[in-house]
């Protein structure tokens, strides 16, 4: 085994534990997010939400159970509404609700319902920060 593929193992298996220890810490209770849309607000429950699609001025929310909602506006403004509730930024155009990550590399993840995704160069160091800083705090606790 070259230390090349010995260091990817060792970032593979970081990334699950810090991938456990992400999904430990996100509520289980029933949690809504409010989203302004012009002078509408909708109200939608974090766990009904797979992910979110960023397309120009719309955001397209694929919801659990296959249905799709579009709403106006640009998904890096309405991003942290999701951060906060155990969403992950992978990609410009995407967020995926963590709850549903079935499993990930440094390079993909897979969600409920076998769907795959790329995680972008730009958003790979990011993701996995963010999950090892879940992983420390699940460690302290």
């Known amino acids: 085994m070259t230390v090349e593929r010995d260091r990817e193992m060792k970032i593979e298996d970081e990334m699950k534990r810090a991938l456990l220890a992400y999904k430990s810490r996100i509520p289980s209770a029933p949690v809504q997010i409010m989203v302004p849309e012009g002078r509408n607000i909708y109200f939608f429950k974090a766990a009904d939400i797979l992910y979110l699609q960023g397309d120009y001025d719309n955001v397209k929310l694929i919801m659990r159970r296959g249905k799709e909602k579009v709403i106006r506006g640009r998904l890096d403004r309405i991003a942290e509404l999701f951060e906060k509730h155990g969403f992950l930024r992978i990609q410009v155009s995407y967020l995926v609700n963590g709850r549903y990550i079935l499993g990930m590399d440094k390079k993909q993840v897979v969600l ?3 769907v795959t995704f790329k995680i ?3 958003y790979q160091k990011k ?3 963010e999950l090892k800083v879940f992983q420390k705090e699940a460690k302290k606790e």
Do not use: H, Y
């Open 112 to 114: 409920k319902g076998n």
């Open 120 to 122: 972008s160069p730009k």
């Open 127 to 129: 993701v996995f920060e």
